[in-house]
């Protein structure tokens, strides 16, 4: 009796799962969320967030605003690298360097420098006497034909009379290429110095026009923030081994070598220093770009890092819908933070709380991406 109930039981629970309806497939897959979640990509940048939703009742908006900023658009690291000191025995101020070899292609290109002086006056002096040598010569050469052509010279004087005007001329010729190769050969050696300092990080026009109350600090601003760095700008600088003390400068030029070892860009900055409180060698931490302008912040927890990018929630005019907007940012200061470029003043971002959509920006980013890629011939 027992076999013939669990028979008749398996029999029957068989008969109800051929019989059975199929259930409806979940609209919710493995490859995203459904179309109806309260918080999802909205389309390509597009999130979209619920209304009266308990994600939405955490998030914080706020506008972006225009102030009067000025902290450093870029802090970096510096080191006096040249510094004109007083000479010896009151003789004339002489350049210290942290480097021997900087001293040395420093000394050698003001060698070239005066090579360079000195071989083109000597090419213009070589240039008159050869004109004024064959000139002569020549003058000597047509009196003789003519007092050859009246029988008064011999016909041997005459020709000698030619050949030393030929002789001037081949020999001047010399002088002549001498003179230029010597002026080539110091122009070339300028140049080969001029680089070499160059990549030390030294600006040989810098060296000419700097005087006693100045310090040369290089820079090394790294390839990212570059854009944030231009000549002519207001600087500070805080030296470690000097309390207490802030140096003012500007940005002089931006030397066009790129540091292999640390794959940055190297500025040059002339620091202010009446003291004669700098020695080359010191270490300093510099503000760059601290002029006074008006600048557009939002909080500082409003901005998402994505990858190596950054992006920030605006409103959009349908209720629910934000704009993934990319974004490049500035220094921050305390809970703000400069938004160089990406925003206007007056949008409604998202601030506080914008990190827990994090997953949902992203998604929104690789829908923009792969609409890109499609639309793409």
């Known amino acids: 009796m027992q076999i013939v109930l669990a028979l008749v039981v398996t029999g029957s629970f068989v008969t109800y799962l051929m019989l059975a309806p199929a259930s409806k497939p979940s609209s919710e897959t493995s490859d995203g969320p459904k179309r109806d979640d309260a918080v999802r990509a909205a389309g390509p940048n597009l999130v979209?967030?619920?209304?009266?939703?308990?994600?939405?009742k955490k998030l914080h908006l706020t506008e972006a605003q225009t102030r009067s900023l000025t902290v450093p658009l870029a802090k970096v690291t510096g080191t006096v690298?040249?510094?004109?000191r007083p000479g010896h025995d009151k003789g004339p101020d002489e350049w210290?360097?942290?480097?021997?070899?900087?001293?040395?292609?420093?000394?050698?290109?003001?060698?070239a420098r005066h090579d360079i002086e000195f071989n083109e006056k000597r090419l213009t002096t070589v240039h008159k006497l050869v004109d004024a040598r064959v000139k002569y010569l020549k003058a000597l050469e047509e009196h003789a034909e003519t007092a050859g052509s009246k029988g008064a010279l011999p016909e041997q004087a005459v020709r000698k009379a030619v050949m030393d005007t030929l002789a001037a001329q081949l020999e001047g010729q010399k002088d002549v290429y001498d003179a230029e190769t010597a002026l080539w050969l110091a122009q070339r050696a300028k140049i080969s110095e001029t680089l070499q300092l160059e990549q030390a990080g030294i600006e040989t026009e810098l060296l000419v026009s700097a005087t006693s109350e100045m310090d040369i600090v290089m820079a090394e601003v790294p390839v990212g923030t570059q854009a944030r760095v231009k000549i002519g700008q207001s600087c500070e600088a805080?030296?470690?081994?000097?309390?207490?003390?802030?140096?003012?400068?500007?940005v002089n030029s931006i030397v066009p070598v790129m540091s292999k070892e640390r794959r940055s860009l190297r500025v040059l900055i002339v620091i202010h220093d009446p003291e004669d409180l700098l020695r080359p060698?010191?270490?300093?931490?510099?503000?760059?770009?601290?002029?006074?302008?008006?600048?557009?912040?939002?909080?500082?927890?409003?901005?998402?890092?994505?990858?190596?990018?950054?992006?920030?929630?605006?409103?959009?005019?349908?209720?629910g819908v934000w704009r993934v907007a990319e974004v490049r940012t500035g220094e921050a200061?305390?809970?703000?933070?400069?938004?160089?470029?990406?925003?206007?003043?007056?949008?409604?971002?998202?601030?506080?709380?914008?990190?827990?959509?994090?997953?949902?920006i992203v998604r929104s980013l690789q829908v923009?991406?792969?609409?890109?890629?499609?639309?793409?011939p």
């Open 96 to 111: 210290q360097f942290t480097d021997p070899d900087v001293l040395k292609n420093f000394t050698e290109w003001q060698k």
């Open 281 to 319: 060698g010191m270490f300093a931490e510099i503000g760059v770009g601290t002029d006074a302008r008006e600048a557009l912040v939002v909080p500082i927890e409003g901005v998402v890092h994505v990858g190596r990018d950054d992006y920030v929630l605006v409103a959009t005019d349908k209720p």
């Open 333 to 360: 200061r305390g809970h703000e933070v400069e938004i160089l470029q990406g925003l206007a003043s007056g949008d409604t971002v998202m601030g506080d709380g914008a990190i827990l959509l994090k997953p949902v």
């Open 48 to 56: 979209y967030v619920q209304p009266g939703h308990v994600v939405e």
């Open 81 to 84: 690298v040249a510094s004109l």
């Open 368 to 376: 923009a991406a792969d609409a890109g890629a499609k639309a793409a």
């Open 238 to 250: 805080r030296f470690f081994g000097i309390s207490g003390h802030v140096f003012t400068g500007k």
